[in-house]
């Protein structure tokens, strides 16, 4: 049997994939879920300062990355026998660097918070305690070793048992009344036990960080292949998380009430991720062997990918104020036009999505940075005209506009023009009209 609208893809294999990773999407869900409790208990003023030092502090973390995930996987596999040199220099990198942005973290919030016009409340220690739970992240080298060896359900299991046991300290801390500090704390703890639950884990299975070792060449080899991935990586945070912090300028609630909208719009975001990763290694085989096979299954790809994004982004885009009244409360008032506007940035992610992977198949890394940043700068731009005056209405305008040039960004790129054509074929459904008018008129 085969997945409709997607000819060629084995849908067993689809829901075997579907079924490895719903403790994942369990965890997704739940952490949404979550979300929505604290942003209803700490409203659009206090939620706006905890999602400005969020995004804030993600920015700088993407440093802290290193671009090295990919890497560490690759290099496991290769040298099998040089895992515990390679897990032990990654991670003295990434605690080093991490240690170093706390203080940039927090420095470069003064400055920001010393330049306001509108400085609110002090959030210095929010930031400070936002930014340890990034350095705590230096310890997902873990999850990459397992990636390596195809065994991520492990790593699943110890990240839902952390998230449940984080959730219901979020709740107790609802419960208590606790001011905004203390979710930031709390945050920062979730960092902490994922930590070590991750290394819980892999000493449970017979190894020992303590065996891990730190080498300078291998150091120094690994910041070689990874530096244009750390420019990316901020160029797609800063995509991500630009507008929160422009947004900023007009006051806590106005961030709060647009993060409030964008959460919802995002909430969904895993589910092209899900699909995407269960049917591109079958891409990747018709490209071996049937080019004509590997573009008809992109094309497919798209077209399922518009098929669920459009019926959503109609239906929330008619309905943006009553599902925000029903999950934030009406506190959040003004939030609806805002998620009917940026929800149909969902449509450019999922299409993105999908192309980024054939930027990767194809080699074109260079292209796949060189949107990322079309995009930043054009959000960043766009931001700085439209939310002076229309304020997070602007910035969800902003968000979509810029997607959509970054989805399509490849249209301007000689190599991977046919993409962007497929692509803006999908979008303007012109297959189902083909297939309506052949069935129409079966003699043509």
Not at 84 to 105: A, C, K, M
Not at 299 to 319: C, E, R, W
Request: with cysteine; aromatic share 14%; hydrophobic share 50%.
């Amino acid at each position: 049997m085969k997945i409709p609208f997607i000819k060629g893809f084995d849908e067993a294999a689809l829901s075997r994939y579907l079924k490895n990773t719903g403790w994942l999407m369990f965890g997704k869900i739940l952490a949404i879920v979550v979300g929505l409790l604290i942003g209803r208990y700490l409203g659009p003023s206090s939620f706006g300062d905890l999602s400005f030092a969020d995004a804030l502090t993600a920015i700088v973390a993407a440093v802290g990355t290193l671009g090295l995930d990919t890497f560490i996987i690759r290099e496991i596999i290769n040298n099998p026998s040089k895992k515990d040199e390679i897990l032990g220099t990654s991670l003295g990198l990434r605690i080093g660097v991490n240690l170093l942005l706390i203080p940039i973290s927090v420095g470069i919030y003064l400055i920001f918070h010393l330049l306001s016009d509108k400085p609110g409340n002090p959030l210095t220690w929010i930031v400070f305690l936002l930014s340890f739970a990034s350095f705590f992240k230096s310890f997902n080298i873990i999850d990459s070793y397992y990636q390596s060896q195809v065994q991520s359900k492990y790593v699943v299991h110890v990240q839902n048992i952390c998230l449940i046991f984080s959730s219901l300290l979020k709740i107790l801390l609802i419960w208590l009344k606790a001011p905004v500090i203390w979710v930031a704390a709390a945050l920062a703890f979730d960092g902490l036990i994922l930590a070590l639950g991750l290394v819980f884990l892999y000493h449970s299975h017979g190894f020992s960080i303590r065996s891990w070792t730190f080498s300078r060449s291998r150091a120094r080899s690994l910041l070689k292949q990874s530096f244009p991935l750390i420019l990316s990586g901020v160029m797609v945070l800063l995509y991500m998380k630009i507008d929160i912090l422009m947004l900023k300028k007009n006051g806590s609630t106005e961030v709060g009430i647009y993060t409030a909208a964008a959460r919802i719009s995002e909430a969904w975001y895993f589910i092209p991720s899900a699909i995407i990763t269960s049917v591109f290694p079958a891409i990747i085989n018709a490209r071996k062997t049937d080019i004509e096979r590997y573009n008809k299954r992109l094309k497919n790809l798209y077209d399922l990918l518009v098929f669920i994004s459009l019926p959503v982004a109609i239906l929330v885009g008619f309905f943006g104020n009553e599902i925000i009244h029903f999950l934030w409360d009406t506190a959040y008032e003004g939030a609806g036009p805002m998620l009917s506007i940026h929800i149909w940035s969902g449509i450019f992610v999922f299409l993105g999505s999908a192309s980024s992977q054939y930027l990767l198949a194809e080699g074109y890394t260079m292209i796949s940075f060189q949107r990322t940043a079309a995009g930043a700068i054009i959000n960043i731009l766009l931001n700085f005209w439209l939310i002076p005056l229309y304020g997070g209405i602007g910035a969800s305008i902003a968000t979509l506009i810029a997607c959509f040039v970054t989805t399509f960004w490849i249209l301007f790129i000689p190599e991977t023009r046919q993409q962007g054509l497929l692509m803006l074929k999908s979008l303007f459904m012109i297959s189902l009209f083909q297939k309506l008018f052949r069935a129409a008129n079966p003699s043509r």
